[in-house]
C-alpha cells in the first residue's frame, strides 16, 4: 500500500560528524551550535554523533534546551547561548551544570543572590560589539567585574557575535567588533579573571583568523551550508556536505492540457499539452507557500519545476520532460524537496533563494517534521 502520508525528513549523521571535524582542522577547540534542536536536525541525536569526534563543549540557545540535553544523558559543557530569564532557568545552572552568557545588570544580580543559597557557580559574560541584541558594553566591564569580585559566581568564559562575518569586503567592521571585544577582555584581565575568549561563529572563523580566539561556534556549517559560498575562496580543507535530505511521495499523475490552469488562485496556465505530477507535501509540513511556481523537485535525477501555488499538503511539479525521456513517473514515487539524484540535486542554498529567506529558516521549519537518521 502507498503511504500517501509519507513526508521523509533524513538526517545524515556522519555528514554532521565530516562537517565538523573539517573545522577541527582550524581550531582546537570547536563548539557545535545545535539550539532550536540543532535547526532542526535533532538535539540529542547530534549531540551524540559529535561526542564521538571529539566535541566537549555545545551551545544551545535557552536554558531548558540545555536542560533537556542535560537530561538526556549528555555530560559535556554545555552553553545555554541566550541565558536564564526565569527563576527556574536561574536554578538550572545549578542543578544541570549550565554555563551561561550573562548579558545585563539585573540578569547578573539575579544570579549573585540565587548564589548565596545555592553556592559557588561558573558563568559566561555575553558582551555587545556592535549586534545590540544581548551583551554588556564593553565599557561597562569594570562594574561587572565590581560585582563579581569576592562573590561566589567565577566568569570563565567571555563571548560575543560578529555582525557581518559572512559578508565580503567587511573586514574593517569585523575588526572594530573584535578590538571592542579585546577592550572587555582586558577589563576582565585587569580584574584578574581569565576566561575563554569566544568571539568567532562559522563565518568568522573560515574568513578572519584573528577571531578564533579560544574557542569558536560552529553553527550553519556544521549542517553543511558554507556561509562565505561565493566568495571564491576556498576556506576549508575539504567540502562541507548537506546532513538533511527529504522526500515526499507522488500522489497522482496527470496531464494539464495546453490553455488548462492548476491550483488555487489559477496562477499558472500551460502554455503546452503537459503532464503534473500532485506531490504530498505542502505549507502544513512547512514547505514554504513561497515556493509556488519557483522551486524545483529531483523526481528520477532530474530537476522539475513546481506549477501553481504550493497548498497546505500538496503540491503540483511538471515532469513532462521525464515523460519525454520515456521514464513513467507513478504515484508513490520519491520526490526530492531536498537532496536527490542525480548531478543537480536540491540544495539548502536553492530552498533559501526560492523561498526568499535563509538557509538556516528552511532548516528550523522542515526539520519539525518527523524525522529519520541514516
Known amino acids: ?49 559529535l561526542e564521538q569526534d571529539g566535541a566537549e563543549t555545545f551551545a544551545v540557545g535557552f536554558v531548558h534546551e540545555a536542560a533537556k540535553l542535560r537530561e538526556s544523558g549528555c555530560e559535556k559543557r554545555i552553553m545555554a547561548l541566550l541565558g536564564p530569564i526565569s527563576d527556574e532557568d536561574i536554578q538550572s545552572l545549578w542543578d544541570h551544570r549550565i554555563i551561561t552568557p ?15 543559597k545555592n553556592g559557588p557557580l561558573d558563568i559566561g559574560l555575553k558582551f555587545d560589539t556592535g549586534m545590540r541584541r544581548l551583551g ?70 573560515m574568513a578572519h583568523e584573528n577571531c578564533r580566539l579560544d574557542s569558536m561556534r560552529l553553527g550553519i556549517s556544521l549542517y553543511g551550508c558554507d556561509p562565505l559560498e561565493g566568495a571564491g575562496e576556498e576556506r576549508l580543507p575539504g567540502k562541507l556536505k548537506p546532513a538533511m535530505e527529504i522526500t515526499a511521495p507522488v500522489m497522482q499523475v496527470h496531464p494539464l492540457r495546453k490553455g488548462e490552469s492548476i491550483s488555487y488562485g489559477w496562477t499558472f496556465t500551460a502554455e503546452r499539452d503537459s503532464v503534473v505530477a500532485i506531490i504530498g507535501v505542502g505549507y502544513a509540513d512547512n514547505y514554504s507557500r513561497a515556493l509556488s511556481n ?23 511539479v511538471d515532469v513532462t520532460e521525464l515523460m519525454g525521456e ?46 529519520e537518521y541514516v
Open 1 to 49: 500500500m502507498i503511504d500517501y502520508n509519507k513526508l521523509r525528513v533524513r538526517i545524515r549523521l556522519e555528514n554532521l560528524r565530516h562537517n565538523y571535524r573539517l573545522f577541527t582542522e582550524l581550531h582546537d577547540n570547536v563548539i557545535p551550535v545545535i539550539k532550536s534542536d540543532a535547526y532542526g536536525h535533532g538535539l540529542v541525536e547530534v549531540a551524540r554523533a
Open 102 to 116: 550573562i548579558s545585563h545588570f539585573a540578569q547578573l544580580k539575579r544570579v549573585l543572590a540565587a548564589a548565596e
Open 136 to 205: 554588556f558594553l564593553p565599557d561597562e566591564v569594570d562594574e561587572v567585574a565590581a560585582l563579581l569580585k569576592g562573590s561566589p559566581v567565577t566568569p570563565v568564559m567571555a563571548t560575543s557575535h560578529l555582525a557581518r562575518a559572512d559578508e565580503p569586503g567587511r573586514e574593517k567592521d569585523v575588526a572594530m567588533q573584535a578590538r571592542r571585544f579585546q577592550a572587555a577582555l582586558d577589563g576582565l584581565a585587569r580584574a584578574g579573571f581569565e576566561v575563554e575568549a569566544n568571539l568567532a561563529n562559522s563565518a568568522g572563523g
Open 294 to 316: 519557483k522551486g524545483e523537485m529531483v523526481l528520477h535525477g532530474k530537476r522539475v519545476p513546481i506549477r501553481g501555488r504550493v497548498c497546505m499538503q500538496m503540491t503540483a
Open 326 to 371: 520515456g521514464k513513467e513517473v507513478l504515484p508513490g514515487d520519491e520526490a526530492w524537496l531536498l537532496g536527490g539524484p542525480g548531478e543537480r540535486p536540491v540544495t539548502p542554498e536553492d530552498l533559501a533563494e526560492w523561498g526568499n529567506t535563509i538557509t538556516y529558516e528552511a532548516f528550523c521549519l522542515l526539520g519539525q517534521n518527523r524525522r
